[in-house]
C-alpha cells in the first residue's frame, strides 16, 4: 500500500496535564511536518480531558492505554507506589496489544516518542522493531541531577549539611534546598524517586533524546549531556501563536484537565491597567499547606497590586473564610485560567509561580518576571535557575518552618513589580522571549533540530 505520509508516529505521554502539554505540541509539530501522528494517553485520562477547538490537536489521532485504574485514575490508587506498581505492570501490556492492533492497521507504527517517566515504553518498541525516541519533559539541568543519581555519582540524600555541590556539567554549584525533593528526601516516597531516577535506566538504547527546553538557555549541560546521547532540545513546546505562528490557529494546547473560567478571567483583566496584576497559580498538582495557603493570601491582600489567583477546586477549602468577598474589589479567585493567554496579557506584571517546567518556559517565553515559591520535585532547581541563572525573578525565602509569610509575599511583590530588581527581571525576560521565538522560528536551534529528528524517523522507515 501506498503511504499518505512520511512515518506513523505515536506519542506517548504520562497522564498529567504538566505532560500532556508538551507532548501534544511536539505531536503537533511533527503533524506539520507532515508525520501521521497519534497521541497515546491513559483511558481515564482521555475520558476526563476537556478538548477545545481554537488547537490544531484535532489534527492528532488519540489512543489509549490501561494504567489499571480505568475508573478513577491516580485519585483511586490507595499510594503513589500502588499507582505506578500497576501502571508499569498493565501499561506495557496494554501498548504491546494496541501496537499489535496498529501493526495490521492502515498505518502501522515507525516511531515511539514516549515520556521519560515510562521508559517500560522502550522495551515495547524494541519488540516491535520500531524507533524509539525518548521525551524529557523537564529541564537539562534537573535531567543531570538524576542522571547523577542513577548512576551513584552524587551522595544521597542530599542535604543541608552538605553546603554546595557542584555536579558536572550545571552552570553552578547548588545548595540542598535547590535540589530536586526526591533526592533530598529518600525516605517519604520510593515510587516517585524510582520513577524519575529511572527515566535513565535504558536511555542509552533510545534511538533518539528529545528534551523540552531550548539550547540558548543551558548551554552548558545539554553540551555535556549530547556528548553521552544522540540529545536534541526541541523547545520550548508551547503553542505557535506564542511564538512564531508557523501552526496556523495553534492558540492552545488544546486539552485541559479542569474547567476553566475563560470568559471570567479574561473580563477582568481587560479591566485592569498595563502591568498591573499578579498572577498567582501553583500547577496542576501542588497542594499547599494550610498556613501556607493562608499567608499567601493574607500577602496578596496587603500587597499594593491586584491579583489573579488560580486556586484549583480541590484546594479551596483551604482559602480563609470570607477572603473571596474581602477581596473582591482588588482580586479575582479562579480555579483554572488559560495560563499562556493571561501570561501574555498585558495587564499581568508578574507570575507567583510553584516553578512547574512548563509553567516557567512559558514565562521565559512570555517575558513574565517571576516570583518562585517552589514546592517539591524539580521546582527547586528550576526556582535556583530563575533567579540565580536566568535572572528573571526572585526566590520567596520561607522561614525556619518552610513557611512563605505573608510580610515576605507583599514585599518581594512591591520590589518585582515597582523596584530594580523587578526592572532588571523584565528586561531579561523580555530578552529570553526573544530567544525562544528565535529557537522555534525556522532555522532556530530547536526549529533544526526537530527537522533533524523528523529526517532520522523518516531515514529509519525507509531505508
Ligand atoms: N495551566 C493552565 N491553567 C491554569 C494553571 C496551569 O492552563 O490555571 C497549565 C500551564 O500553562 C502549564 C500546565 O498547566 O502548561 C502546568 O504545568 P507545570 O509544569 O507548570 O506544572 P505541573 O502542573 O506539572 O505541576
Known amino acids: 500500500m501506498e503511504r499518505t505520509h512520511k512515518a506513523h508516529c505515536l506519542v506517548l505521554t504520562y497522564p498529567t496535564q504538566g505532560h500532556i502539554n508538551p507532548m501534544l505540541q511536539f505531536a503537533k509539530f511533527l503533524h506539520h511536518k507532515g508525520l501521521k501522528v497519534t497521541l497515546v494517553t491513559t483511558h481515564f485520562l482521555l475520558n476526563t480531558l476537556q478538548l477545545h477547538a ?28 500502588a499507582y505506578l506498581n500497576r501502571f508499569w505492570e498493565i501499561g506495557p501490556l496494554t501498548l504491546t496489544k494496541l501496537l499489535e ?42 535531567g543531570n541531577i538524576y542522571y547523577h543519581a542513577h548512576k551513584g555519582l552524587m551522595k544521597l540524600p542530599v542535604s543541608g549539611d552538605d553546603g554546595e555541590i557542584l555536579i558536572p556539567g550545571l552552570q553552578l554549584p547548588l545548595e540542598a534546598v535547590d535540589f530536586p525533593s526526591s533526592l533530598c528526601d529518600l525516605g517519604s516516597n520510593h515510587a516517585v524517586y524510582d520513577m524519575v531516577v529511572g527515566q535513565f535506566s535504558n536511555v542509552d538504547e533510545a534511538d533518539w533524546v528529545l528534551c523540552n527546553t531550548f539550547y540558548e538557555l543551558e548551554p552548558e549541560v545539554v553540551d555535556w549531556m549530547s556528548k553521552l546521547w544522540p540529545l536534541k532540545t526541541i523547545g520550548p513546546t508551547i503553542p505557535s501563536m506564542y511564538l512564531d505562528n508557523r501552526l496556523k490557529e495553534d492558540k492552545g494546547y488544546g486539552v485541559n484537565l479542569f474547567k476553566q473560567n475563560h470568559d471570567a478571567c479574561m473580563k477582568w483583566l481587560n479591566e485592569q491597567p498595563k502591568d498591573s496584576v499578579v498572577y498567582v497559580s501553583f500547577g496542576s498538582g501542588s497542594e499547599l499547606g494550610a498556613e501556607q495557603m493562608e499567608e499567601l493570601a493574607w500577602g496578596l491582600r496587603i500587597s499594593r497590586s491586584n491579583f489573579l489567583w488560580v486556586v484549583r477546586e480541590s484546594e479551596a477549602g483551604k482559602i480563609p473564610e470570607g477572603f473571596v468577598e474581602e477581596i473582591s474589589e482588588k482580586g479575582l479567585v479562579v480555579s483554572w485560567c488559560p495560563q499562556l493567554e493571561v501570561l501574555a496579557h498585558e495587564a499581568v506584571g508578574c507570575f507567583i509561580t510553584h516553578c512547574g517546567w ?14 518562585a515559591m517552589p514546592q517539591w520535585t524539580d521546582q527547586g532547581t528550576n526556582a535556583k535557575y530563575i533567579m540565580d541563572v536566568w535572572k528573571t525573578g526572585l526566590r520567596a525565602l520561607p522561614d525556619e518552618n518552610g513557611i512563605v509569610k ?42 533544526k533540530n526537530i527537522d533533524e529528528f523528523i529526517a532520522k524517523v523518516v531515514e529509519y522507515v525507509q531505508p
Do not use: H
Open 54 to 81: 481554537g488547537s490544531s490537536s484535532c489534527n492528532v489521532a488519540l489512543e489509549t492505554i490501561s494504567d489499571g485504574y480505568d475508573e478513577g485514575g491516580y485519585a483511586a490508587a490507595e499510594s503513589a507506589d
Open 101 to 142: 492492533r496498529m501493526s495490521s492497521s492502515e498505518y502501522p507504527v515507525d516511531c515511539i516518542v514516549y515520556d521519560a517517566f515510562m521508559p517500560w515504553s522502550l522495551d515495547v518498541a524494541k519488540k516491535f522493531g520500531i524507533f524509539g525516541a525518548v521525551f524529557f519533559t523537564q529541564s537539562c539541568a534537573v
Open 358 to 371: 512548563n509553567s516557567t518556559l512559558e514565562a521565559l517565553s512570555l517575558g513574565v518576571p517571576l516570583l
Open 406 to 447: 505573608k510580610d515576605v509575599v507583599e514585599l518581594c511583590i512591591s520590589e518585582l513589580m515597582e523596584g530594580e530588581i523587578g526592572k532588571e527581571s523584565r528586561r531579561n525576560a523580555m530578552k529570553w522571549k526573544e530567544v525562544a521565538r528565535s529557537a522555534m522560528a525556522e532555522g532556530g536551534s530547536s526549529a
